[in-house]
Antibody, heavy 125, light 106 residues
């Protein structure tokens, strides 16, 4: 069964740091780009960051650029998101997702065909 | 940034009725558009990709159409489990999502 399981969420003070992880199973992890998407309380979906299967290429939303770092360990089938200098507006459920890029177009910017259940990040003093 | 505008924000319908949801892009996304369903407390689920292709396991009552800037998700006959929030997403220029349409029971 294809599965993604996030962990690492919690309560952190403004300016603090947190590292999220996503454990993948049931598919060839290194063959797929991966993405983090977040959802603030009562709001819609926001793309955060994506990373290529070979780790070479990454991309970030302007709202997190310079503060968040996406990475992956293909030997451990794990995706990570290091979040620094957190702000109140980073409060959200963070989902990791497997990219699906049929046909033409960048595999980095793709559809997401498998999602984890999410991990909640709360930034508050 | 490509902005996706979904309408209506809320659709109040009864089971068995047809649902028509709209997604309009601020510039052409060709056919690089997907639709997702999200139920309360759950992660989104991919329904449609490339504007009109159903994802694995998605019932035939869900269909997508459109190209360029105007797209439609149609649910032919609403089942009780279809009442949820639906999002569109483009992948032409980075990734952006629409604001969502909530399909609620009338």
């Amino acid at each position: 069964e294809v599965q993604l399981v996030e962990s690492g969420g919690g309560l952190v003070q403004p300016g603090g740091s947190l590292r999220l992880s996503c454990a993948a199973s049931g598919f060839t992890f290194s063959s797929h780009a991966m993405t983090w998407v977040r959802q603030a309380p009562g709001k819609g979906l926001e793309w955060v960051s994506s990373i290529s299967g070979n780790t070479v290429t990454t991309s970030y939303a302007d709202s997190v650029k310079g503060r968040f770092t996406i990475s992956r360990d293909n030997s451990q089938d794990t995706l990570s998101l290091q979040m620094n200098n957190l702000r109140a507006d980073d409060t959200a459920i963070y989902y990791c997702a497997k990219n699906y890029a049929p046909g033409a177009g960048s595999p980095l910017f793709a559809y997401m065909d498998v999602w984890g259940k999410g991990t909640t990040v709360t930034v508050s003093s | 940034e490509i902005v996706l505008t979904q309408s209506p924000a809320t659709l109040s319908l009864s089971p068995g009725e047809r649902a028509t949801l709209s997604c309009r892009a601020s510039q052409s996304v060709s056919r690089y558009l997907a639709w997702y369903q999200q139920k309360p407390g759950q992660a989104p689920r991919l329904l449609i990709y490339e504007a009109s292709n159903r994802a694995t396991g998605i019932p035939a009552r869900f269909s997508g159409s459109g190209s360029g800037t105007d797209f439609t998700l149609t649910i032919a006959s609403l089942e009780p489990e279809d009442f949820a929030v639906y999002y569109c997403q483009q992948r032409v220029n980075w990734v952006t999502f629409g604001g969502g349409t909530k399909v609620e029971i009338k």
